[in-house]
């Protein structure tokens, strides 16, 4: 199955031929039959002299309308390319020539209609000015046949020569990413909701689960209709109606996209490659406004440059649109972009990034990834929809809103990775297994653990994938941040896991999983704490200390003095000894707060501190007490330990949150048989 579409300037006979050619009048609403001209798009259908099928879309030649002809373009195997004999070329032979060409349509034949109106001079005349138009653009090659849809002259001689041209061409490319641009939306009596539009990129069939981008409404497909005759499934290039069952037609539009259930995604940012017509109306500066079309979309946008200050006629540019409203393409899409007011054709281009960061603009970086991201080898496109780190920017903001803060690593799955590179999945496989194999990408299990280079990936479609360009990257800055933690504060035992998440811009789960996996490769490793310190952790939700192996909090000599004498001021009065302020007059902060990190020191609230050995001597007592008198007031614990409720409070209270004692009124009593040191 083939599409083919018109183009033309109003009034040259695009319709009439089409009927001509196929029997149908395309034009559907009265308006255009009462005058006599094309508004909407228009549908019709004929069969080759081969057998052949193919689909015409016949579109409004008016400038007033160029919007709905830009709806019918965007999914065409070839053009019909209509300029009356009588007449010439027109401004809008012109401007959808321009269209046709940004949207490198390169298959298309021009019928010279009305030719029984003229002479065979002027006809040669008119066929010369023609052929040097098409000249520059991709319908350079295209045959010029003169026609009447009146008489029929020329009509079998175009036939054959749209067959020989669908024939020659390649057949559309299906890579499992089904997608259908909506160009009309209305109801039928017994049916309800229908869409129809040009498929692409795969199949779909009939009871399968759909999505409608951007508002990701879910539905199945009740109906399948081809030329109005009902079929069970349907391929790219295919003209297609869709009947979606719990859909109201208020719900769609055209320009809306039916895909499969999260193969695709909305954006309001896309990078792409674009070029302005040698003969437009002027220059594009950066942030100009525009409208893009893509597909069956109009949507407006803002042109950001990123390697030029002002892009002339007849030259091109790297650039980022940012959109109004969510837009959906996939990369390699063409696109057109027109000034609004006055309303007039640019330029066009290439889709090239569907899912990028903002850009900074004149970065080199950022320019070589698109690059390479354009004319790469499917390994390249791999790597490049991996590695993202260039694509990001925490400064030079200039459009308004501040970009998203982006995680300094992301992994994806296989479904993703396919998207970003525009690869069929199996292809994608592929490529990741050979790159796995290489060591030049990194593959991580769901639950965190890491692939060895022979698993095969068939199993692990789950797992999330890493350049490993990026993946290093990671490495070197968790160590980095680790490492710099541990020459600051030489005594403490580790580094927060939070503070070391948040740092990243990493999820929780992120976290988890890839802290797992640098445990694994022994670049990280936790800090192993006591009973004791995982209770109090617990009640303040942290999620703990990290480390670099085999670091270990070390003593100068002046702080080993600090520590004796400490230790002695201590055990002279075990249970009345120093509190927090006094005890740093003996020794610095963070040497106390070491001696609390290694269970010399128990901190039993804000001022109270034990020494580890009185700790456990305490806690012996007052259980003992505890089995022979079976409940405890504060006085009577006081009394036992013969110190005062300043130590005694904050000593009970630490003891309830150990699960040693329970506080019960106004007594305590044994919660569990303690443990007598934990360190």
Not at 172 to 191: E, H, K, M, S
Not at 316 to 327: C, E, H, N, T
């Amino acid at each position: 199955m083939s599409c083919i579409g018109t183009a033309g300037h109003v009034d040259h006979g695009k319709s009439a031929l089409v009927q001509a050619l196929t029997g149908i009048d395309p034009d559907r609403l009265a308006e255009e039959k009462a005058r006599g001209m094309t508004i909407d798009l228009g549908f019709a259908w004929l069969t080759l002299p081969h057998g052949r099928e193919v689909s015409i879309i016949d579109v409004p030649g008016h400038e007033d309308f160029i919007k709905n002809m830009l709806a019918g373009v965007g999914g065409i195997d070839a053009a019909l390319l209509v300029v009356a004999a009588d007449e010439g070329i027109m401004p809008q032979t012109r401007e959808h020539l321009a269209i046709l060409d940004l949207l490198r349509v390169s298959q298309g034949v021009v019928a010279l209609t009305k030719a029984d109106l003229v002479d065979d001079e002027w006809l040669e005349l008119v066929r010369e000015e023609i052929a040097e138009l098409i000249r520059p653009t991709t319908l350079a090659q295209a045959s010029i046949l003169p026609v009447s849809a009146y008489t029929g002259k020329g009509l079998p001689q175009l036939l054959a020569e749209l067959e020989r041209l669908l024939d020659s061409s390649e057949e559309r490319q299906d890579i499992a990413r089904p997608r259908l641009p909506i160009d009309r939306v209305f109801t039928l009596t017994g049916f309800g909701t229908v869409v129809t539009g040009t498929l692409l990129d795969g199949s779909f069939r009939l009871g399968q689960e759909i999505e409608i981008l951007p508002g990701r409404q879910r539905t199945r497909i009740r109906g399948l209709q081809m030329h109005k005759q009902s079929i069970e499934s349907t391929g790219p290039g295919h003209r297609v109606a869709i009947n979606l069952p719990n859909i109201s037609r208020s719900d769609l539009k055209r320009g809306d996209v039916v895909t499969l259930p999260g193969q695709l995604r909305s954006t309001v940012l896309l990078d792409a490659r674009i070029s302005l017509l040698a003969d437009a109306e002027r220059s594009l500066t950066h942030n100009t406004q525009v409208e893009f079309y893509c597909g069956s979309q109009e949507i407006p946008a803002r042109v950001r440059l990123l390697d030029t200050e002002e892009l002339m006629p007849g030259e091109s540019a790297w650039v980022q649109l940012r959109f109004s409203r969510p837009a959906v393409a996939a990369r390699r899409d063409a696109f057109v972009l027109r000034i609004p007011s006055p309303s007039f054709t640019i330029g066009g281009g290439e889709v090239i990034d569907v899912r990028p960061r903002y850009h900074r603009r004149f970065q080199r970086p950022i320019l070589e990834a698109l690059e390479r991201l354009r004319h790469g080898l499917p390994e390249e496109l791999v790597l490049v929809a991996l590695d993202r780190r260039t694509h990001a920017s925490n400064s030079g903001n200039t459009g308004g809103t501040s970009p998203k803060v982006r995680p300094t690593i992301e992994g994806y799955d296989l479904a993703e990775v396919a998207r970003l590179a525009n690869l069929a999945e199996d292809v994608t496989g592929q490529v990741l297994k050979s790159l796995l194999l290489e060591g030049r990408v990194r593959h991580i299990r769901a639950k965190g653990a890491p692939v060895s280079g022979t698993d095969d990936i068939g199993e692990e479609k789950a797992g999330l994938w890493f350049a490993r360009s990026a993946w290093d990257a990671f490495v070197e800055e968790s160590v980095r941040l680790v490492a710099s933690y541990h020459r600051q504060y030489p005594l403490r035992e580790g580094f927060s896991k939070e503070e070391w998440r948040s740092r990243l811009h990493l999820t929780p789960r992120q976290a988890t999983e890839l802290f797992a996996v640098l445990v694994d490769d022994g670049v990280m490793e936790a800090v192993a704490l006591s009973e004791e310190a995982l209770l109090i952790e617990a009640t303040r939700r942290s999620t703990g200390l990290i480390r670099l192996p085999g670091f270990q909090p070390t003593f100068t000599p002046e702080q080993r003095r600090q520590v004796d004498a400490l230790e002695q001021a201590f055990r002279r009065q075990p249970y009345g000894p120093p509190v927090r302020a006094e005890a740093e007059k003996i020794a610095e902060p963070e040497v106390i707060a070491a001696l609390i990190g290694q269970g010399t020191l128990v901190k039993l609230g804000e001022d109270v501190l034990f020494l580890r050995t009185t700790y456990d001597e305490a806690v012996s007592r007052l259980t003992a007490y505890l089995r022979a008198h079976g409940t405890m007031t504060a006085a009577e614990a006081r009394d036992a330990l013969g110190t005062s409720r300043k130590y005694v409070l904050p000593l009970l209270e630490h003891l309830d949150l150990m699960r040693v004692t329970k506080r019960v009124g106004d007594v305590r009593q044994l919660a569990s048989e303690p443990k007598q040191s934990i360190s």
